[in-house]
């Protein structure tokens, strides 16, 4: 596959595929955790980093490949080939990011991304001009289809898992293999014939080698500095969620002087009363907690939420019968509930008092059951399980092992 070709701009292809992927995924795990305008922003950005390193991993691939001499790249071609690898991408991501991420769905997509890529690569090839022709192998044009398809389908589940740190690096590093084995699997079937008539340009305007190098060199630049942006941990989401924990812990966490950032309406929902503020109204808790369905966003009572699980920047909630998918993050969703209904369980689970069922010692923490036409279990950590046991009533017991009765719980099983 790699005969004639250069083996150090071949190692560059792939990095910069890793490089763009990593990025693209970091930008795409973000999109449901804002709301509107941000939402667009950060799909138009993955969108483009996706593109650009798919883009720019294919013409540094044409560049590691031997080429008949005089070769020159028609401007036209080239252009519409990252068009389409753009507009596919950002397509792609749209159709995955609303709604329920269902298999139909991202069966399609990734059908459709796969295509796109698979389109941008023969555009892109047709865009060299000289003196031949180039011709395909059939057999490597199916190939190269069905790896683009399953690069993207594995890719889109990257992006639907919201992975972080090496899970995210492992996916991004999968997804340039793949996008790059779909490349060098399409050369592979690529033949040059003499042309007859002379040169081969279809008129147009056209650039060398050279200058093709120059713009790949700095794509790969903006794709390389774009990675490095996405390693810079955000310190405004950690400071965030630093005070909404140290809300949460102890109701007075917050010492004197504490800076809460544009997400704080929300953790103010625990803060204590100001000093000098005594009699200054407090914000009232959530009635409702939002969830994304195939048409939007639905508004859902608290008194139907069972729990909520972290999952990365935002949570799932359980409301009985199944999981739907939340945008606030674990310590939004404890600022925004009201504390004397829910309970942070473990650092990854909120639960409702009132649906509290079933409560068992296990290990230094707890398991507590949850009612519903589906009922779920959640962990509950050592540090918790003093506070949960006094909000159920049960302080004064050593063992806990039963269910609770409808007294217990206020709720009806």
Not at 3 to 17: R, Y
Not at 44 to 66: E, N, R, S
Not at 369 to 397: I, Q, T, Y
Request: charged share 15%; net charge neutral.
């Amino acid at each position: 596959m790699f005969d004639g070709h250069d083996p150090f701009l071949v190692a560059l292809s792939v990095g910069i595929a890793i490089l763009g992927g990593y990025t693209g995924f970091s930008l795409a795990a973000r999109i449901r955790a804002v709301p509107g305008a941000s939402r667009r922003l950060l799909l138009a950005g993955a969108a483009g980093f996706f593109a650009v390193g798919i883009w720019t991993m294919h013409f540094i691939g044409i560049l590691a490949a031997p080429m008949p001499a005089d070769t020159v790249y028609l401007v036209l071609p080239t252009v519409i080939s990252f068009l389409i690898c753009a507009l596919v991408v950002g397509v792609s991501l749209f159709f995955v990011s609303i709604g329920e991420p269902t298999l139909p769905r991202l069966a399609s997509s990734a059908v459709l991304l796969g295509a796109g890529i698979a389109s941008m690569h023969y555009v892109g090839i047709h865009g060299l001009a000289g003196r031949f022709t180039i011709i395909h192998d059939l057999p490597m044009i199916v190939l190269s289809v069905l790896i683009a398809v399953l690069a993207a389908y594995g890719g889109l589940r990257a992006f639907l898992a919201r992975q972080e740190g090496v899970r995210l690096a492992a996916s991004a590093v999968a997804f340039g293999i793949a996008v790059s084995g779909m490349h060098y699997t399409a050369m592979m079937g690529m033949h040059f014939a003499p042309a007859a008539g002379g040169d081969h340009h279809m008129g147009g305007l056209a650039v060398s080698q050279q200058w093709l190098a120059v713009i790949v060199s700095v794509l790969s630049f903006v794709i390389a500095g774009g990675f490095l942006l996405s390693l810079v941990p955000d310190p405004r989401g950690r400071a965030v969620d630093a005070a909404a924990g140290a809300v949460s812990e102890g109701g007075i966490g917050l010492s004197v002087g504490t800076e809460v950032t544009e997400r704080s309406p929300a953790v103010q929902r625990l803060m204590p009363t100001p000093l000098g503020g005594i009699g200054q109204p407090r914000i009232a808790p959530v009635s409702r907690v939002p969830v994304e369905g195939a048409e939007g966003t639905h508004l859902i009572d608290v008194a139907e939420v069972r729990g909520l699980r972290a999952n990365a920047h935002y949570t799932l909630v359980h409301d009985g019968t199944r999981e739907r998918m939340c945008v606030w993050s674990i310590s939004e969703a404890e600022a925004q509930l009201d504390p004397m209904q829910f309970v942070r369980v473990h650092r990854s689970h909120i639960v409702a008092i009132a649906h509290v069922t079933f409560v068992r010692k296990e290990g230094d923490g707890a398991v507590v059951e949850l009612d519903g036409a589906v009922p779920h279990r959640v962990p509950v950590s050592r540090a918790k399980l003093a506070e949960l046991k006094a909000m159920l009533g049960l302080a004064g017991r050593r063992g806990v092992s039963h269910p609770l009765s409808e007294a217990q719980t206020g709720h009806k099983g």
